[in-house]
Structures are given as C-alpha cells and as structure tokens.
C-alpha cells in the first residue's frame, strides 16, 4: 500500500492505519505496520518508531489532513501528536481481509503452541505435538478472538479440550522446607493445593516434594510466606512433569 500527500508528496508505505470516529467525523493516523501491537502492550516506547507522521487526516489513503477546528471540536485540542496518542491507544487498526486471515491463522498457530507446550496427556505424562493440538482444535470448532491474548485463549482452549480428549496442564515439581512447628499445620493447609505428594521428610525441618497444577503456584508460595512470616522456602524442581517423546492419538 502506498500512499501520496499532496501537500509534500511524502510517500507512506508499509502503513497501518488506525482510524476513530469522533464529533461525527472520522479521524486517522499514518502508523509502521507491526508497530501499534507494540505501542499498545507497552513494547515500543518511541512514538516516533509507531507513527509514519504526526499528522491526523480525515483520510490517510487520499493525505487529506484534517482541520484544525475538527480536531478541536472533536478532542478539545489541535496538538497533532497528543491526539495521534489517543487514536494510537484507542482506535481501531483497518487492515485488509488478507491480512486479518493471515493474522487470526497466526494467532491459532500460536495459541495451539502455548497448549502444546503446557500441557500432558494425565495418563502417559507425554507432551502433544502442536500439529495434534491444531487438528483437536479444529475438531472442536474453536475460532480465534482477535481481541484476546494468546495465553487467555490457550487456557480456553485447554478447558475445552479437556471434554474431548485426555490432557490437561503438565505439573510442577515443587520443594517445600517448613520450620516443624508451623509445618505440620500448614502441610494441612496445603494438601487442597496438591496433586501428589512424592516425599516427605521429618528432621530438624519439613521437607516435602510433591506436584502441583501450575495455576496454585502463587497461591502456596504466598500462603507459606504468610505461615512461616517468610522462615519457610519453596523450590520448583521442575517447571513441568512430563516424560521424553510425544504424545500421539491412537
């Protein structure tokens, strides 16, 4: 795509337009494609890397600038940049069908990889691949939300999945040491928030080692912190418990 200005004929390519509607009128700013994801997960900071220019046109396509006393009725100022900020932050990105079809086919591949990479089949302890993941996800009609992360919607995906085949999120290893007196008590207080407890270990301490789903992690580190006012530790031993190869339907 490549655009003309006719007051100095500046050539915009590569432009990603963000476009907001506001008092009635339309409103857009030129910005790099790929930049604007960036700028608004707080990735890129220089705005200068984010926009192609400062200026607001009412039609970036066509360089029609916009008014001076638009963007004063429509945003109570004519400061281009600090209204490029707003647009930026708050419009919606045009792009193309083939480029959304190219992006939401991104996101699912990306989506099926954090599944893959999360998760085990329970009875094996094996890993999916993502090209089976994929086909699961196919077979349950999941379509991607182009508003939401990728990491929301794999814990979607994982929960829906779950109806249809055996997985579900690998475990951690974990280590606890308690001081004895506090130990026996919290280890109570723990067990709803264990899968399996692997050893235990009585001596001048409480050491035991056991798996957990990843989403208690926060949970029992704060929960021994507040406990043992910070005398207990906790270790991960392993991020995930899974055994070598991969798993395969049969």
């Given at each position: 795509m490549s655009i003309f200005t006719p007051t100095n004929q500046i050539r915009l390519t590569n432009v990603a337009v963000v476009r907001m509607k506001r008092a009635g009128k339309r409103f857009e700013i030129a910005c790099y494609k790929n930049k604007v994801v960036g700028w608004r997960s707080g990735v890129?900071?220089?705005?200068?890397?984010?926009?192609?220019?400062?200026?607001?046109?009412?039609?970036?396509?066509?360089?029609?600038?916009?008014?001076?006393?638009?963007?004063?009725?429509?945003?109570?100022?004519?400061?281009?940049?600090?209204?490029?900020?707003?647009?930026?932050?708050?419009?919606?990105?045009?792009?193309?069908?083939k480029e959304r079809h190219?992006?939401?086919?991104?996101?699912?591949?990306?989506?099926?990889?954090?599944?893959?990479?999360?998760?085990?089949?329970?009875?094996?302890?094996?890993?999916?691949?993502?090209i089976l993941i994929e086909r699961a996800m196919k077979d349950i009609h999941y379509s991607v939300k182009p508003n939401k992360s990728t990491k929301q919607q794999a814990l979607e995906v994982i929960k829906q999945l779950k109806e249809k085949m055996k997985i579900e999120r690998a475990h951690m290893r974990l280590r606890f040491i308690l001081p004895v007196n506090e130990g026996k008590k919290l280890k109570d207080k723990l067990k709803p928030l264990i899968k399996v407890?692997?050893?235990?270990?009585?001596?001048?301490?409480?050491?035991?080692?056991?798996?957990?789903?990843?989403?208690?992690?926060?949970e029992i580190d704060e929960l021994i912190q507040k406990e043992t006012k910070g005398k207990g530790s906790l270790e991960v031993l392993n991020l995930k418990d899974v055994e070598e190869g991969d798993e395969k339907f049969e």
């Open positions: 890129e900071k220089d705005l200068d890397e984010v926009l192609q220019t400062h200026s607001v046109f009412v039609n970036v396509s066509k360089g029609q600038v916009a008014k001076k006393e638009d963007l004063i009725s429509a945003f109570g100022t004519d400061d281009q940049t600090e209204i490029c900020k707003q647009i930026l932050t708050k419009g919606e990105v045009q792009v193309s069908d190219t992006q939401l086919e991104q996101m699912f591949r990306d989506i099926a990889t954090i599944v893959a990479d999360k998760c085990v089949n329970p009875e094996t302890k094996r890993p999916y691949t993502v407890i692997e050893s235990e270990d009585y001596g001048q301490q409480l050491e035991i080692v056991c798996l957990i789903d990843p989403g208690c992690f926060r």
